[in-house]
């Protein structure tokens, strides 16, 4: 009876192992195509608004404003973009677009850089009152730009730089800068500074160390940081409101204002229209520079 009853199992475990691993593999398949299916679902929910801008700007307004639902550009035109760009009775649209670039690249540009040597600094040397900095820093980023409004306007009216380029700027680097400096520390605290004094060993000084080996690292995080800052700047609308209220000034977000009306038809098919050119840019940017988010990663690490 034992022999018979060992033979039974032996022959059939192999079976039963089968049968276990095509289960497993059906719930991991099964597993996949929910995953799928939910990763789609997501896609169209965060792609349709878009859709829906771009659909919108091709069509004229009296067939946006009515009560029928036109998926598909059936009534196309592109009369939207022809006022937003020629029309001669509204604020230009390329000055504020201009406006808009030149106060966005400045910010970007001179952001990236303090806040690059500042979070070195917290990150690689120990200094007093460096944790209360790094606190300072946390703070300032909990405290809404709205609640500032007043003393900004004062102190930009003040220096005597209201509608200008320069005075805008500085307002936007000291928003973006917090957030900046707190991104970027974690990405430099993520590089060990083992690399750098393995570089001192083999005979570089501390700050030929730290740009041929920290720095490449360090590529993908600045750039990664710079398009959080691009888009925060190229959106800020309250601020350049305030501060640059003149139609030469206007950055696009105040230009996009113009299209309401109080006491009349609102122009949503213009609004859509310059919603999709000033979506340009930023999705330029991003394909510009989206190959050096994840180039250098290691390139710094490995000794030639």
């Known amino acids: 009876m034992s022999a018979t009853a060992t ?11 089968r049968t276990a691993k095509r289960s497993g593999g059906g719930r991991r398949r099964l597993g996949t195509v929910i995953y799928s299916i939910i990763s789609v679902v997501l896609f169209v929910l965060f792609v349709f608004p878009v859709y829906w801008m771009i659909n919108t700007s091709f069509q004229p307004n009296n067939a946006i404003r ?17 006022t937003v760009l020629f029309d001669p009775g509204r604020t230009p649209f390329l000055p504020a677009a201009a406006n808009s670039l030149m106060v966005t ?22 200094f007093k009152s460096r944790r209360v900095f790094i606190l300072t820093i946390l703070v300032i980023q909990m405290i809404p730009g709205e609640a500032m409004i007043v003393s900004v306007f004062r102190v930009i009216d003040g220096w005597h730089l209201l509608n200008t380029i320069i005075g805008l700027t500085i307002v936007y680097i000291a928003t973006v800068l917090p957030f900046t400096i707190w ?17 001192m ?13 920290t720095f ?22 309250i601020m350049a409101l305030v501060l640059n209220a003149r139609p ?15 006491n009349g038809t609102t122009n949503w098919a213009g609004i859509m229209a310059g919603s999709v050119l000033m979506a340009i840019p930023v999705i330029v940017f991003f394909l510009i520079v989206q190959g050096r ?12």
């Not at 360090?218 to 609308?237: C, H, K, M, S, Y």
Request: glycine letters at 8%; proline letters at 5%; a neutral charge.
């Open 183 to 199: 991104t970027l520390r974690g990405f430099v605290n993520g590089v060990p500074a083992d690399l750098e004094e393995a570089a």
């Open 105 to 126: 690249v400045l910010t970007v540009v001179i952001a990236l850089v303090f806040a690059f040597l500042a979070a070195v600094a917290v990150t690689r040397f120990r």
């Open 7 to 17: 033979t039974t199992r032996a022959v059939t475990a192999p079976h039963a192992d």
């Open 248 to 262: 030469e000034m206007m950055t696009l977000p105040v230009w996009q204002r113009t299209f309401l009306v109080a």
């Open 66 to 82: 009515s009560s029928d639902l036109h998926f598909f550009p059936d009534n196309f035109t592109l009369r939207n973009y022809a």
């Open 293 to 304: 988010m994840t180039s250098g990663l290691v390139s710094g690490a490995v000794k030639g």
């Open 201 to 213: 060993i083999d005979g570089c000084s501390r700050a030929g160390a730290f740009w041929r080996v």
């Open 216 to 237: 490449p690292l360090l590529a993908p995080g600045l750039v990664a940081t710079g398009v959080f800052g691009f888009i925060q700047a190229w959106n800020e609308f």
